[in-house]
């Protein structure tokens, strides 16, 4: 009687156990799909951001900040907005170091979009006089005529941040991670500078891109030992450390005479 009793409860015991396990495991069942509600709630409400910040009156920081991110997100139809603040903001978007930016920015939106130039030349046309020039030559430029018109250097590599931005194409990353080779460089001092102002550039914008920094990730994997190291250290280092050891190197090169 007695190892009867203390069989049905063994067997008690076991029951009550699996009832507990399977309401844990509908729990985390549940909990697992209100998580996967919840993620993509914050990812509507973070494109429905992106959005707004077309919509609105831009600011300069709002504008900086859709241009930069255009890319995740792209809205042609939505780009008459860009041509009006840029029209109403010459002295920030189309001034000596802005200017060659926006024309490679837009004309890249521009090529990929012919379908919509006739709609975009009617509000280019309603701009300033200089802004219809700078918008112009970007609707009618084949993007390998722009980049001609520079020699490598840390200003080719702003432009082909820009292009990046606005297209997404990882093109403009291979034509960035080719210039690091250059941070060796010990005789000609613009090579150099191109070379570092990459390395600077790509360890800033992957902190804040996520496909830039999958990018270094996968390139490290056909990369060769001389380049894996330096892509390391791209995303393991800050870019004000890059920046003094760019100024380090220009230091001892002009004590030896060489710069």
Same mark, same amino acid.
């Not at 300033?128 to 802004?131: A, G, I, P, V």
């Not at 490598?152 to 702003?158: A, I, K, R």
């Not at 000609?188 to 090579?191: H, K, Q």
């Given at each position: 009687m007695k190892r009867r009793n203390i069989f049905l409860i063994i067997i008690i015991s076991v029951l009550v156990g699996c009832i507990s396990n399977t309401a844990v495991k509908e729990k985390h069942i549940i909990n697992k799909?209100?998580? +996967?509600q919840k993620i993509k709630k914050v990812n509507k409400e973070h494109k429905k951001k992106v959005y707004k910040v077309h919509k609105k009156t831009l600011t300069f920081k709002k504008y900086t900040k859709a241009t930069t991110f255009y890319y995740l997100n792209p809205? %042609?139809?939505?780009v +008459?907005?860009?041509i009006n603040f840029i029209g109403k903001n010459n002295d920030k978007v189309l001034n000596r170091d802005t200017t060659i930016n926006t024309i490679v920015f837009m004309n890249q939106i521009f090529y990929k979009n012919k379908s919509r130039h006739k709609k975009w030349k009617v509000i280019i046309n309603s701009q300033?006089?200089? =802004?219809k020039k700078i918008l112009m030559k970007a609707l009618n430029a084949n993007p390998s005529e722009i980049f001609s018109m520079v020699n490598?250097? %840390?200003?080719?590599?702003?432009m082909y941040w820009a292009a990046f931005f606005a297209s997404g194409d990882i093109e403009f990353l291979d034509k960035l =991670?080719?210039?690091l080779i250059n941070t060796e460089e010990r005789l000609? *001092?613009? =090579?150099f500078l191109a070379g570092y102002n990459a390395k600077h550039s790509l360890a800033g914008n992957c902190k804040t891109h996520k496909s830039v920094l999958k990018y270094l990730i996968m390139m490290k994997i056909k990369a060769d030992k001389k380049l894996k190291k330096i892509v390391n250290e791209i995303i393991k280092k800050k870019?004000? =450390? *890059?920046?003094n050891e760019m100024l380090k190197i220009i230091k001892e090169q002009k004590s030896k005479g060489i710069w």
């Open positions: 799909s209100k998580k +996967k809205r %042609p139809e939505l +008459k907005n860009f300033n006089k200089y =802004t490598n250097s %840390p200003v080719l590599n702003d =991670t080719g210039n000609n *001092i613009l =090579t870019p004000k =450390t *890059i920046s």
